[in-house]
């Protein structure tokens, strides 16, 4: 089983991702909607709840966790590896990896929450393949509550947006790496705002892919034909009307959440 966990619903698309491209693996999910955002907070708090949600995937039957949390991602993930004896997926290489790929200029904008760009791990993983690139950084730390809150087509959302692409809009960038697992959700005000010469790298689905070959390589995980991805489990530590209602938007059917 594959064990998945977000700060909230963004890693859902995550889920989603992998639940389309990987049919056949049960998939377990935990979404820390009470302790909701994870971004704001120090690297030492996110990195214990990663730690507890991580103990939660396991004792329910995971064999594999994907930290579907950019800023989880940035500041957990050795800690995790260090403290469980499953494969840890992390969203942020395979993200890099994408943007490299794609990129034709070598200028690459990233957002993210505070934690992620505070961390500079995508500059330092991208500066490790290709040290002539240009990276900009840009923290956007409204956009998770927006997202989370359902205000993903409210004019307030774009104008928000507006002020936090302002600059990234002037460096000439031709890839933007949308660095939290929420954003793909406001893709749709983020393509129009950049341009349609900015390739947009989305994390979730980049980590679908990785987690993909990862698992084409490895003969201990096997999919199972029979198994209906209806029955994968969707838990939250808050349950709330309006994260069941965009979990349901994001699979496209209704998503049922349930209290842990
Ligand atoms: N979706 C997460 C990320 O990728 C969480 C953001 C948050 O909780 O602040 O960073």
């Known amino acids: 089983m594959i064990g998945i966990f977000d700060s909230g619903v963004g890693g859902m698309t995550v889920a989603r991702a992998v639940e389309q491209l990987l049919p056949g693996f049960p998939l377990l999910y935990l979404g820390d909607i009470a302790r909701t955002p994870y971004g704001t907070k120090s690297a030492r708090t996110i990195t214990e709840y990663s730690v507890e949600n991580s103990r939660f995937l396991v004792q329910n039957g995971a064999k594999i966790i994907v930290i579907a949390c950019n800023s989880a991602s940035s500041v957990a993930t050795d800690r995790l590896r260090r403290e469980f004896n499953i494969p840890i997926v992390e969203v942020i290489t395979p993200a890099v990896e994408q943007a490299i790929a794609r990129s034709r200029t070598g200028r690459i904008g990233v957002i993210g929450t505070r934690a992620t760009i505070r961390s500079n791990i995508y500059e330092q993983k991208i500066h490790g393949q290709q040290p002539d690139y240009k990276v900009f950084s840009r923290a956007c730390p409204l956009l998770v509550s927006l997202v989370e809150e359902g205000w993903t087509d409210k004019r307030e959302t774009k104008m928000i947006l507006r002020r936090y692409l302002h600059d990234l809009k002037n460096q000439q960038i031709d890839t933007l790496v949308l660095g939290c697992t929420h954003y793909p959700l406001l893709?749709?005000?983020?393509?129009?705002?950049?341009?349609?010469?900015?390739?947009?790298?989305?994390?979730?689905?980049?980590?679908?892919?990785?987690?993909?070959?990862?698992?084409?390589?490895?003969?201990?995980?096997?999919?199972?034909a029979s198994h209906d991805p209806s029955r994968n489990r969707y838990f939250v530590t808050d349950l709330t009307e309006t994260a069941e209602h965009i979990a349901s938007r994001i699979f496209g059917r209704n998503i049922q959440l349930l209290s842990i």
């Open 187 to 224: 893709k749709h005000l983020i393509q129009p705002r950049m341009g349609k010469r900015v390739t947009l790298i989305d994390s979730s689905a980049a980590t679908a892919h990785f987690l993909k070959n990862y698992l084409e390589k490895s003969p201990e995980f096997q999919p199972t």
